[in-house]
Each structure stands twice: as C-alpha cells, then as structure tokens.
C-alpha cells in the first residue's frame, strides 16, 4: 500500500464516480467499544445486496470555501453535509490536502422506503474520494477508513458475504468471507413502513449498555457466529436461518430495554415475524432478520422466491412494497477528468 505523504498536495485536483451497495446483517453490530472510530463490541455478518447501490460523484475544486453535498437531487441537511466533510477530513489528511469537495451522490432505491442506508453512501463516498484523490489504498484500508464514517458501511467495501472483525483501529476491518457466487441467497425486503424516520443507529449504539440484555446477548454472540458462518460456508439455511432470526430477536431485545427504550417494531413486522412460522410449516423455508427499522428482510433461497412472494401478495405486500435482492458485488471506481 503506498500513500501519498501529508503536505505532498495542498491543492488536490481531482474527480472520480463510485457505486457502493448497502448491506443486510445476519450478525447484527449494536454497541461499540470506541465511539469516535467505531470500533464494534462484535464481529458481524453481512451479505451485500445487489440492489441497494449509491452512485457517488466527487470532485475536488480549490475554487470551493466548502464542501457541497447534493443528496438525492436536494441539497444535504447541514447535519449531512457535516458528516460528509467529517468523512473527507480523513481522505485529505491521507492526501495532504484542504481542498473542499463537490459531492453528488444518488441512491437507487426509494429513501422514503426507510431502505437509505449510511452503508452504501460511506463506502461510495470513501471510494470515490480516495479515488478522485490518487491514494492507493488496499480494500482492508478502504474498509478501516469506510468504518469511520459509519461501522456497517466497513462491511460494504467487499461483495458477497463480509465478516466485519472487532478489534483494535488497524484490525477493525471487513473481510469476504467465500468468493463471489458462493450461495444464491435472496433477501426479500417488505417495507412495511414508507417513510419513517427511525431512531438514528448512532444515537442507539450508545444507548446498548443501558440494556440488562447486552451481556446476555454478547455471551451468545461467539456461538451465533461460528453457527451463521458455518451455514454460509456451507450453504445450510437449516443452519443458518434459525441463527440468524434468533440474533435479530436478540438485537431488538436489547434495543427494548434500552433506556430510553428503542421499539422499531410496528403490528406489520410482528404479522411477519408469526407469518415466516408458517411459511415455514408449509415448506417455504424462510427466516427473518430486522435492522434498526420496522421493515422485514426475509432470507430464503432463489428457488423459494416465486412461493414466498405470493404469500406475502394473500397477505397484501406486493409491487413497490416488496424488493427482492441477491448478492451483490463490492464497489467500483473511475477516475473522471475533472
Ligand atoms: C442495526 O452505525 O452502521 O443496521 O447509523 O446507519 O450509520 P448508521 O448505521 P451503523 O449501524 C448499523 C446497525 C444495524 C446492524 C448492522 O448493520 O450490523
């Protein structure tokens, strides 16, 4: 890995346009050890998802006071535009730089579906501005500095099936875990709930240790773990669904006896949690796993789609409520002339 040297491009020039893509945890990262890195108490598990991407455009101008940031074809909130600019901070320490930055970044999938992800945005953020910078960074150093922005956006730097390792700065990175193309997994994202607000991850991370529930719930992890990647490595849903709904569960536990309490849940994702139980009785293997939101992602199979998705239309999801996402790959760069 080679690096350019702080103070070697004080007026970076420079443009380049990044697609990431979002990802669904089978081993949920709630709680960190270290707030300023995002440092998790945890690993976790992920599969990216081939349809969940952002197409961030960067360019570098000296002419600029600022950074800009145009989000979904709006101007960013100053919350969002500080945390971008937080972000670059890291890429132009690394370059040498205090040029300010044009940022335009767009994300295929509706926002108003709760589906925005920090995962898809950071990482096609860090790619493209290291990109559009000139840095040579290895993927586990994209993944550390992706990390930094938001902890599941470490994830998102690599396609397929990622383990995220807790650890230290230096080790607290992303690894795939099998080749591309390793198991045809779905995740079938019924949105339940359009629009809403949730309670922002990084208020929740704090409010993990407020929970009796979190050492029960870490005393389990080493065991929900190796169980998840021996299904994965294995391509067993026997293995891995009940694994991976059981850890949901887990996460929303400590989430409820938070202090404040956190209950993402809404009488749509409780209909849903009964529903995969007799999906399953009538052999449409599926399970359920629930980020820090009220929308189900239920993990099946490809073969399963077809049956699963006429069950869910009996139960009145179908068209734009229901995505069916596969494996996705990790990101991709060019380098744009500026
Ligand atoms: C519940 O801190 O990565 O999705 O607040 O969107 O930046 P943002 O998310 P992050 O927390 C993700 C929490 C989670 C579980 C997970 O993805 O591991």
Known sequence: ??????????????????????????????????????????????????????????????????????????????????????????????????????????????????????????????????????????????????????????????????RWRAGNDRESVAEPIVPMGHWDLRDVIVVVEAGRKKTGSADGHSLARTSPFLTGRLDSLPGTLSAVERGIRERDLAIMGPAIEAEALSMHAVMMTSNPSLLYWTPDTVRMLLAVRDFREERIPTWMTLDAGPNPHLICEAGTVPRLLSRLKEMGFGGEHVLVCGPGEGPKVDRLQP
Do not use: C
Request: cysteine-free.
């Open 1 to 162: 890995m080679s690096q350019h040297k702080p103070g070697g491009k004080s007026n970076a020039t420079g443009a380049a346009r990044a697609e990431a893509r979002a990802n669904i945890a089978f081993v949920k990262y709630w709680g960190r050890a270290d707030d300023a890195r995002n440092l998790p108490l945890n690993d976790s598990i992920s599969l990216t998802l081939d349809r969940l991407v952002t197409t961030t455009t960067i360019e570098f101008a000296p002419a600029l006071d600022a950074d800009e940031f145009l989000l979904n074809g709006g101007a960013a909130t100053p919350a969002e535009t500080a945390r971008a600019s937080r972000h670059l901070d890291h890429l132009r320490a690394l370059a040498g730089t205090k040029t300010r930055a044009r940022i335009v970044s767009e994300n295929a999938f509706t926002t108003a579906g709760g589906l925005a992800s920090s995962a898809s945005g950071f990482a096609a953020l860090t790619v493209a501005a290291a990109g559009a910078l000139g840095l040579d960074l290895d993927a586990r150093e994209l993944s550390r500095i992706a990390r930094l922005g938001s902890g599941s956006a470490s994830r998102s730097l690599f396609g397929g099936f990622v």
